[in-house]
C-alpha cells in the first residue's frame, strides 16, 4: 500500500519534531509541526494558550490542525504528543497516512525535556510520575495506531532518521 505522508506520533520529547524536520528533508516531502502551525494561527505560545484557554481550549485547536494538516499529501507532519486523547485525530491520523510511533523509555523522554519550559503538562514537582501517568494511558492508543514503531532509546537523531527511511524503503512506502 502506498500512503503519500508520514504521521510521527509518540510522548513529549520521542522526537516527533526533531526527527519529522530531518526525516521531510531526506524524503524532499513537505515537513510541518501541528504545534507550530497552532502557535502561528494563535499568535500565542503552547504555555499561553494552556494559561489563558485550559488543556481544553488547546485541544480545540490542536483537533482543528490536525483534520486539515493530516489532508496535505507529501508531507511528513509531527504532532504533539496528545493529539491521540481526541478520538476525531485519532481517525484522521489511521486514516490519511503513514503512521510512526517514536518510542522511548520514560527516563530518556524526562532527560530530553528536562531543561525545556514550553511543555506546560511537564511543569511540575514530579514529571516523572506525570509522564508515566501519560504514557500509561495514551501507549495503547500509539502502539494501535502506528504502521511502524521505532525505538529512540540512545539512538541519535540522524540513526532514527535513517531506521525510519530503511523501513519505508523497505516496505515500499516512499
Ligand atoms: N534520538 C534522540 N536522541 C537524543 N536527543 C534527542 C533525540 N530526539 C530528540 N532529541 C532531543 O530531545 C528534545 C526533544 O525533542 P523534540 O523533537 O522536541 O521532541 P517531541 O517533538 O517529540 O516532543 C530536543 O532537545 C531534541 O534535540
Ligand atoms: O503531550 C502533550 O499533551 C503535549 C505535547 C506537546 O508536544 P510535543 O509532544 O512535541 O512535546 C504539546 O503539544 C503540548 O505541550 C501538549
Ligand atoms: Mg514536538
Known sequence: MHKESIFLIGPMGAG???VG???AERLRYQFVDSDHVIEERTGATIPMIFDIEGESGFRDREEAVIDELTERKCT???TG???VERELNRQHLGTRGFVVYLKSSVDA???R???DRN???LQTEDPQKVLS???ERREPWYLSLADLVIETQQVPVHRVVKKIIDRLERENIV
Open 16 to 18: 516527533k519534531s526533531t
Open 21 to 23: 524536520k530531518a526525516l
Open 76 to 78: 511528513v507532519l509531527a
Open 81 to 83: 504528543g496528545g493529539v
Open 109 to 111: 523522554l524526562i532527560q
Open 113 to 115: 525535556t528536562k531543561h
Open 119 to 121: 511543555r506546560p503538562l
Open 133 to 135: 501517568e501519560l504514557m
